[in-house]
């Protein structure tokens, strides 16, 4: 049944996960900045200029969230572009949003709902393109 990485395009795979790094990159630093530094406790704080870390950490993240997408597509043979939003859909609210919501529930949160508030359509999109992309491009 897993047997699928020589069916996936991995030209959608690098496709699916540059729409990952721009759509975080804009999102996160132009659409929710501010209210991203509330829902951390950081309004009043002047952060350190970001280092490699922050581009390369959550570019390999998206990547094992894409091929992860890819597997299971090609896995469940999902082959009509309304069944692969579809699975995006239920993949983002039920493992991405529900797993941010949990890592969000501890002291080093000081706003859990609004930090799953702002992350939620940003996972949300990506994911639902991600399996666009990836069911489309077989």
């Known amino acids: ?10 030209f959608a795979v690098i496709v699916s996960t540059l729409v990952f790094a ?13 209210p991203y530094k509330v829902a951390l406790g950081n ?24 091929v992860t997408t890819a597997v299971l597509l090609r896995a469940l043979d999902v082959q009509a572009l309304g069944d692969g939003i579809v699975f995006g859909l239920i993949v983002s609210v039920g493992y991405l949003v529900a797993q941010t919501l949990n890592i969000a529930i501890n002291p080093n949160f000081p706003r859990p709902l609004l930090y799953t508030l702002i992350n939620a359509p940003y996972f949300i ?3 639902v393109v991600s399996a666009g992309i990836l069911t489309v491009w077989t």
């Open 125 to 127: 999109v990506c994911t």
């Open 22 to 34: 721009v759509l975080g990159g804009l999102y996160f630093t132009a659409i929710v900045a501010k």
């Open 1 to 10: 049944m897993f047997d699928v990485l020589s069916d996936i395009n991995w």
């Open 43 to 66: 309004e009043t704080t002047e952060l350190p200029k970001p280092g490699p870390i922050f581009i390369v950490g959550p570019l390999i993240s998206s990547l094992v969230v894409v």
